[in-house]
């Protein structure tokens, strides 16, 4: 994994995300796709967090690099604060509920979900997830929207564990162990996981009978 959060469950849920990664570069004119250029203005503000923390959310800065003009910004948002806001519901809907939405509809056996959440995204993803978790500590809103999403992280890999066959006593404490410990693995910049190792991972999340 990439040294940040989306799923091992942060890195799932952000490999199927990865069309948040890029800004896409608009012209605002009477013409314009009103919803693209709010997604855009969504997609650069995450891609501001992740390269530059919640220092990096500037409006004339963000608009410079979308090569849009500032009043852009003030046909989608109200203030920044607004902004913020939208961006911590853009990033709980794309990075986690979208992510366990497409994991459910795969057509695959509960090993493979698990391991389908420990997918790799962009490296950029990874640091994303790591300046949410650092603003949360300053930022109640923001420390609002990552504990709930922890807890939506947990609760499903959990659900997972159960379908697999942990009793349901032990699946909840598995699934938050492994959760922190793809927290810690992220917070020390530790290299990608190799398949072999994600297929290592799910073997240990798997019950002794069922190997």
């Known amino acids: ?47 501001a967090l992740a390269d530059d923390g919640p220092e990096g959310l500037r409006i004339m800065t963000i608009a410079q690099k979308m090569g849009v003009t500032k009043g852009s910004f003030y046909w989608h948002f109200k203030n920044l604060e607004d902004y913020q806001s939208a961006l911590m519901d853009e990033w709980e809907q794309v990075h986690t509920q979208q992510v366990m939405d497409i994991v459910d509809q795969q057509d695959a056996d509960v090993g493979s979900k698990l391991a389908k959440l420990f997918t790799g995204g962009p490296p950029h993803l990874f640091t994303l997830g790591r300046a949410i978790r650092a603003w949360s500590m300053t930022n109640e809103q923001v420390r609002e929207v990552q504990e709930r999403v922890d807890r939506k992280r947990v609760e499903y890999v959990a659900t997972l564990l159960t379908d697999i066959g942990w009793p349901a006593d032990q699946a909840p404490v598995i699934a938050r162990w492994n959760y ?32």
């Open 1 to 47: 994994m990439h040294p940040i959060a989306p799923f091992s469950m942060l890195q799932g849920m952000n490999s199927f995300a990865s069309s948040i990664g890029v800004a896409r570069t608009i012209r605002y004119d009477n013409g314009m796709d009103d919803k693209k250029n709010r997604q855009s203005w969504l997609s650069a503000g995450l891609q």
């Open 180 to 211: 922190c410990a793809f927290i810690g693995h992220a917070a020390i910049g530790a290299p990608e996981m190799s398949e072999a190792e994600i297929g290592t991972v799910v073997q240990l999340l798997t019950p002794p009978g069922k190997r």
